[in-house]
């Protein structure tokens, strides 16, 4: 839209700053989408391609990642990881996991060795850190800062037009 007179000014003046709001929801949006996806590529890579921990619980638990986007003024994206990923983020130290008595005449079963006996107590000797979520953020933050950057500039060129 070309400026010609005070008005058009005035115009677009007035109509940036809503479209800027617009902008900034859209581009905190795909900024978190872009973390989130890449946080959870490691997180598949980091716990065998299903995105599930076999050794916890009866069947494995599911970890992941999501975001929410809190606010609209000065919109903010909160990642979180889901299930027990600290389990796999974080060192843990060798502990050992004791001896339960029996319930209700079944026996509490620690460890299945590959024969098919099976433990009631074990000694773990720990896990390293394997970080997916750090991982996966410092990959794509610049990314994230990219796809932000476009949004605001869109709205920009189409205030202008």
């Known amino acids: 839209m070309p400026l010609t007179t005070l008005g058009d000014v005035a115009t677009m003046a007035a109509r940036l700053p809503a479209e800027l709001s617009k902008a900034q929801h859209r581009g905190v949006q795909q900024a978190a989408l872009v973390v ?4 959870r590529q490691e997180i598949r890579l980091s716990s065998g391609g299903d995105m599930r921990l076999s050794g916890v619980g ?6 992941g990642a999501r975001y929410d ?3 609209t003024t000065n919109p903010t994206a909160i990642i979180r990881a889901t ?21 209700r ?3 509490i079963r620690v460890l299945k060795f590959a024969d098919g006996t099976y433990a009631r107590s074990a000694n773990h000797p720990g896990t390293p850190a394997k970080k997916p979520f750090e991982k996966g953020y ?4 610049d990314q994230a800062g990219v796809k932000f950057d476009l949004e605001v500039q869109k709205a920009i060129r189409v205030v202008l037009r």
């Open 138 to 141: 410092i990959k794509t933050r």
């Open 69 to 71: 986007i809190k606010g």
């Open 36 to 39: 989130t996806t890449g946080i």
């Open 83 to 103: 299930g027990p990923l600290h389990l796999i983020e974080r060192k843990t130290g060798p502990h050992s996991i004791p001896r339960v008595g029996r319930r």
């Open 105 to 107: 005449r079944r026996r």
């Open 58 to 63: 009866a069947r494995g638990v599911k970890v």
